[in-house]
């Protein structure tokens, strides 16, 4: 096979890949970028290929397959650590700061999955001096998808608190909302979840969740709402309505928000209900990777209620005691899929919380 032909079925693959991503089929997707990876290793021609910017969407696309735990690598992710390295020398040699900087994303996250937080932040400053939201964004998204190269600073407020950094935690936080935030289109709601959901859960917990849910309220779920109505979906949407009760549950108890009775009991019958809880793979494997799972948050819902006067004067003793049990539940499942992973660290240590409280709470019912 010569380098022409080469290069028709590499774009082929690629476009199959995106293809399936876009239908949210990611295993397949995954098996297509690795199938035109090995196709690239083992096909003489493709030395002669003149545009090394192809292969960039293969780099990207491993390295979330790899993230999202749908290709299988070793404890010391060997593989990911050569697929990013490719990925960052080439952008580097190609010279364009749309691949340069969604390369030296994806190797921020790889730091973080291999528990190596001081590298994070050095690879984050390095994204930094490369990314300009206002020249690259745009570029990016057409590349990749989505903006993955600001998408990293949601993750890097996480970062910085688990590094005790809060005047850098603090400062991140203001930069996404001031700087990067204005500039993302808004009907990429999925970018602007993939963005701000790590950061909102750094903000829950900072004093910060009304402020958090008029932001998740205002550029994702209105966003949504607008540009594509209640009748379409998108991948985190069943996100969405968890995450908005449990700031406001947050607020209601830390910042005093006023909850209406009706809404009271409209998240109240909502937590009860059997499905609230189940969430499809794929999802978790996602916001697992954000920093709170879907049954994590759940838990925490499941607590906040249990423990709110309001909401307890307004449910029986079996109601709140099947709400304890749920939480337990859920929150036991979510410290199993995050305890023994360094990556889900900032997930862990949500969770964590929540269900030594959710034991007592069982303990003294």
Known sequence: MGPTDLDYLIRLKIETGKCFANVHNGIESSKTYKEAHQILEEAPASEELENHAMLFPIFSGLCLALKWGRLKD?????????VVARFVHEAKVNGDPVHEARALAMQGVMFYNLGLL???LQTQSKLDEVYDVKRHSKGICKAYGSDRAAQNYGLCAQWHELLN????MLKTI???????LPEMEERNVH???????PMLIVMKGQGMATRALNI???HVVKMFEEHYGSDASTFCLAMYKPTVNLLKLLAARDENYIIEDET?????EWALLENTGTFKTDLESVTVNLGRDGIGAVAEICLLLTTNEISCSRMNQNQRSALIEKGLELANKSIERSANNVGFQYAFKEVKVVQEQLEELKAAS
């Open 174 to 180: 203001e930069f996404i909302l001031d700087v990067l």
């Open 191 to 197: 970018n602007q979840f993939m963005l701000l959901y």
């Open 118 to 120: 001081d590298k994070c």
């Open 165 to 168: 950094n809060y005047d850098e």
């Open 216 to 218: 998740f309220e205002k």
């Open 264 to 268: 009271w009991d409209e998240i109240i």
């Open 74 to 82: 070793d404890e010391s992710r060997s593989y990911e650590q050569e």
